[in-house]
């Protein structure tokens, strides 16, 4: 499966940095670039449950593929999520359910940084994206 432009984009930057720190610094700015979620996305409908920190998802469909826009309060998970909507963007319902999410955070040389909870509440966001992708393709 060939990986949307904006996943390619976040592997060339994270493969093009050594050191822990710089992945670090990068991560943030991810995370900074992550659009903000409007106010009236931000409701209890739209929280992750399974995250430790507060994650708002909403996604929708256009024209057979996903896009997701999130948001957390936390600045390392932001940073994390940011990546993991690079990776999911522009997918079908059906690609999304074959996302190897251990498998990308190592491809970004982050696996060994992501914590038990951490990996825990982003599994949490990818099952609800696809949660909601199946939903939405079982809705008459």
Known sequence: MSLPAQAVAALEAFQ?????????????????RLPALPDADKVDANLVQGCESLVWLVGHLQDGHWQFSASSE????????ALLLARVNGL???ELQ?????????QL???R???PSRS??????????RAL??????RP
Request: net charge neutral.
């Open 74 to 81: 936390a600045r390392l998970i932001r940073g994390l999520v």
């Open 92 to 94: 079908s319902a059906v």
């Open 133 to 138: 992708s199946l939903y939405s393709e079982n």
């Open 16 to 32: 093009a940095v050594g050191s822990w720190e710089q992945r670090a610094r990068l991560l943030m700015q991810w995370g900074e």
């Open 109 to 111: 040389g982050l696996s």
């Open 113 to 115: 940084q992501l914590s």
């Open 120 to 129: 825990n509440g982003l599994n949490a966001v990818l099952q609800r994206m």
């Open 98 to 106: 074959a996302v190897d999410l251990p498998g990308w955070f190592e």
